[in-house]
């Protein structure tokens, strides 16, 4: 069951078993290659595993499928920060902030823990940074 293989995968991504993870999500993607929840939970291995290049194209793929998906969104800048990409990550937390307030400290986060970001302060200088 499609199910029972993301719970499984969680699981062992719980316990950072993430290669068992990875097996799972990728036998999953096979039989279900539409479903958001298996693309974005596969991304986030691959971000752990610091693959930020194909991380970013399956949250790009899910995005596809969920465009509104802010979450996604804030985790696609953070695949971008990481490759360098600063303006083009700013430019994602910033859309994934658009009427999505409760986010400001997930995007916050993304741009102090990335290589490549920026660290600021105070929190009111980066929320004032991320609504440019």
């Known amino acids: 069951s499609l199910e029972l293989r993301l719970d499984l995968a969680n699981l062992h991504l719980q316990r950072n078993e993430r290669a068992r993870a990875r097996a799972l999500l ?13 693309l974005t939970a596969l ?3 691959l971000l752990l595993d610091g693959e930020y290049q194909e991380a970013a194209d399956i949250y790009r793929r899910a995005l596809g499928l969920r465009p509104d998906d802010a979450m996604t969104r804030t ?7 990481e490759m360098g990409q ?24 993304a741009l102090g823990y990335s290589s490549h970001g920026r660290f600021f302060f105070r929190q009111s200088a980066a929320a004032k940074f991320l609504q440019q």
Do not use: F, H
């Not at 985790?75 to 920060?81: D, K, Y």
């Not at 910033?94 to 986060?109: M, N, W």
């Open 26 to 38: 990728s036998e999953a993607l096979q039989s279900a290659p539409g479903r958001p929840d298996v």
């Open 43 to 45: 991304a986030r291995i």
């Open 86 to 109: 600063r303006e083009a990550g700013e430019a994602a937390l910033r859309t994934a902030l658009r009427g999505q307030p409760q986010l400001l400290s997930r995007a916050i986060y």
């Open 75 to 81: 985790n696609l800048a953070t695949c971008l920060l």
